[in-house]
């Protein structure tokens, strides 16, 4: 089992850090913006955009713009399809609560993969995020990736909740 660690560097910059190893960033294009790019440590980027004006769906694109993954937001959490060529399947980033900051990523047999703790830096005014991974996500190619885009849908989680309760 791995710790990653997300710590925002300002309100647009989130580096994924192993160990205190860079492992890529997620860098929004603007404040409280759904589109994203994602740069990995070796060097590949991929976006986070929304198909259309009206979709609740996110999709996450390599640079010939093939989707490897898309998300929305239901009732049950985030519904997140992966659609990478060694691994297809249809997890669930699950919230724990409504006064909590924890969420936990399960694989379509309900297998926990990922336990996500987010924490609010009051001096910073900003949010941390500390990913634990199971030995069933460790097994899994692109994890990166994968936990980038569980920190934008944390982000895009409490953003919605924030919206819906202003």
Known sequence: MAQYKVSATD???FPL???????????YKKWYSLDAEIHLADGSQFYLQSPGFWSNKIELKDANQTTLLDFNLRWSGIIINTFFDDYKDKL?????????YKYTLLNEAKEELLFVEADFKWKRFKFDFTF????????????????????HCVNYYMTMIAAASA
């Open 132 to 151: 634990n991974t199971t030995p069933l996500f460790d097994g899994l190619m692109h994890k990166e990736l994968i936990l980038l885009n569980a920190a």
């Open 17 to 27: 850090t192993l160990d205190n190893t860079n492992m890529g960033v997620l860098i």
């Open 92 to 100: 669930l980033l699950k919230h724990h609560g409504l006064l909590n």
């Open 11 to 13: 309100s647009k910059t």
